[in-house]
């Protein structure tokens, strides 16, 4: 799971992550990870409007957001 966050981070880009939060509640979160720091990693959570730190222990998935460009054909 690490080498996948690690290599958003390196491509500047966002990805969709399931998670088991301390409480056992499994949220999906829209993130856009920042740095690591030891066996965590901080990213921005577009869910929640904010920096956020995730254990790296504590995700389940990860799906990189593609995003396509659209080109006017004339």
Request: hydrophobic share 40%; aromatic share 8%.
């Amino acid at each position: 799971m690490k080498e996948q966050l690690i290599k958003a981070m390196k491509r500047n880009q966002q990805v969709d992550m399931m998670y088991v939060s301390k409480s056992g509640s499994i949220t999906k979160r829209r993130i856009k990870v920042i740095k690591f720091v030891g066996n965590s990693f901080q990213a921005y959570c577009f869910n929640r409007n904010s920096k956020r730190t995730f254990l790296i222990d504590s995700v389940l998935a990860v799906v990189p957001i593609i995003h396509k460009e659209r080109k006017v054909v004339c």
